[in-house]
């Protein structure tokens, strides 16, 4: 046991570990309000139907304002991918990368195409999932949430109708949450999911009203930085931070 005439000579103060790589590079920089990924965002999109889902998907990796070239490779996952005229702007813009359909093959194909590269040279990546349907929930397209940054994945986005469509696994590990208009029973699975990070659920169902009065607008979360902040949008001003 050390005494009080040598405790002068130890520093106990704790230090951070030093990592090896200093989050994922993007190919440019990118706004800060946007999820962070540098770091690895996991985004869930969460409206009805014809709600401006696929208009915000497009925005989010065409418009320059946003994510496009941010990116080394984008793969996205959609069903509607044929059929949706909006969402066939990213069928033009990523030919080579777009699938119709959740393909357990090609996602490992993928994620096995990034474990070849050392960790300080692998590219950064954006998985984008719309519309995910049919799919199991031990599926790797959903347990990939767990583990996703050390793919190379810079942005997971799980883009769905409701809330419910994808399990507790993937729930518990969003960075950013993007909620449109919905029915009242998934806004109230919502607001019970993440009540603790914004102070209660009629705080989160106060914030949906205000930032989400008519179609095409979206409650922004920010679940990735402390304290939690919710914006109309993209708006710079919170609507919710710490308090209202």
Same mark, same amino acid.
């Given at each position: 046991?050390? #005494?009080?005439?040598?405790?002068?000579?130890?520093?106990?103060?704790?230090?951070?570990?030093?990592?090896?790589?200093? %989050?994922? /590079?993007?190919? &440019?920089?990118? =706004?800060?309000?946007?999820?962070?990924?540098?770091?690895?965002?996991?985004?869930?999109?969460?409206?009805?139907?014809?709600?401006?889902?696929?208009?915000?998907?497009?925005?989010?990796?065409?418009?320059?304002?946003?994510?496009?070239?941010?990116?080394?490779?984008?793969?996205? *996952?959609?069903?509607?991918?044929?059929?949706?005229?909006?969402? /066939?702007?990213?069928?033009?813009? *990523?030919?080579? $990368?777009? *699938?119709?359909?959740?393909?357990?093959?090609?996602?490992?194909?993928?994620?096995? =195409?990034? /474990?070849?590269?050392?960790?300080?040279? &692998?590219?950064?990546?954006?998985?984008?999932?719309?519309?995910?349907? #049919?799919? /199991?929930?031990?599926?790797?397209?959903? $347990?990939?949430?767990?583990?996703? &940054?050390?793919? %190379?994945?810079?942005?997971?986005?799980?883009?769905?109708?409701?809330?419910?469509?994808?399990?507790?696994?993937?729930?518990?590990?969003?960075?950013?949450?993007?909620?449109?208009?919905?029915?009242? =029973?998934?806004?109230?699975?919502?607001?019970?999911?993440?009540?603790?990070?914004?102070?209660?659920?009629?705080?989160?169902?106060?914030? =949906?009203?205000?930032?989400?009065?008519?179609?095409?607008?979206?409650?922004?979360?920010?679940?990735?930085?402390?304290?939690?902040?919710?914006?109309?949008?993209?708006?710079?001003?919170?609507?919710?931070?710490?308090? *209202?």
């Amino acid at each position: 046991m050390c #005494d009080k005439e040598h405790s002068e000579d130890f520093d106990l103060s704790i230090l951070p570990v030093k990592k090896e790589i200093d %989050g994922m /590079k993007l190919r &440019r920089p990118t =706004h800060p309000m946007l999820p962070n990924c540098n770091r690895g965002a996991n985004l869930l999109i969460c409206s009805s139907q014809n709600s401006g889902k696929s208009n915000l998907l497009v925005n989010l990796l065409l418009n320059s304002n946003f994510y496009a070239d941010a990116f080394d490779d984008v793969y996205i *996952f959609s069903s509607n991918i044929n059929n949706d005229q909006t969402t /066939k702007k990213l069928k033009e813009a *990523f030919p080579a $990368t777009c *699938f119709d359909s959740f393909d357990e093959g090609k996602l490992r194909r993928i994620l096995d =195409h990034q /474990k070849t590269y050392a960790d300080d040279e &692998r590219p950064t990546i954006a998985i984008i999932m719309d519309d995910i349907q #049919d799919v /199991k929930p031990k599926s790797p397209f959903f $347990t990939l949430s767990s583990n996703f &940054r050390h793919q %190379g994945v810079g942005l997971l986005c799980y883009s769905v109708q409701k809330f419910t469509m994808v399990p507790p696994i993937v729930r518990s590990q969003i960075t950013n949450l993007l909620v449109g208009t919905n029915s009242c =029973h998934q806004l109230k699975h919502m607001s019970m999911e993440y009540q603790d990070q914004v102070g209660g659920e009629e705080n989160f169902l106060r914030a =949906h009203r205000m930032a989400v009065p008519q179609r095409y607008n979206f409650l922004y979360c920010d679940f990735a930085n402390y304290p939690c902040r919710m914006y109309k949008n993209f708006d710079a001003k919170p609507i919710y931070e710490d308090e *209202f």
